[in-house]
């Protein structure tokens, strides 16, 4: 057994808990998400804002797939755009 296998072993029982979180707050940390974008892109003046956005669409993306257990169901976790500020 590899370094990486030994080590995937271990992690399995912590992805599987966050997976958990992750589909039990998924609108939580969503809503989380959102609000630190716009305080951050308040303190930088808007300066940044397309990174934000950009940071922010990919965190609720992977949030997203973390929440949906493979069901099989094709298309499924997909990210929704932050709102415009």
């Known amino acids: 057994m590899g370094?990486?296998?030994?080590?995937?072993?271990?992690?399995?029982?912590?992805?599987?808990?966050?997976?958990?979180?992750?589909?039990?707050?998924?609108?939580k940390i969503d809503h989380g998400l959102d609000k630190a974008a716009k305080l951050v892109d308040e303190k930088t003046k808007g300066k940044y804002s397309d990174k934000i956005q950009s940071g922010?669409?990919?965190?609720?993306g992977a949030i997203d797939r973390m929440g949906h257990k493979d069901d099989g169901t094709p298309g499924s976790g997909g990210a929704t755009p932050p709102p415009a500020a």
Do not use: F, I, M, R
Not at 3 to 27: F, I, N, R
Not at 56 to 60: D, E, I, L, S, V
């Open 56 to 60: 922010t669409g990919k965190a609720k």
């Open 3 to 27: 370094l990486l296998d030994s080590l995937k072993a271990k992690l399995a029982p912590a992805k599987d808990k966050v997976a958990d979180l992750a589909q039990q707050h998924g609108e």
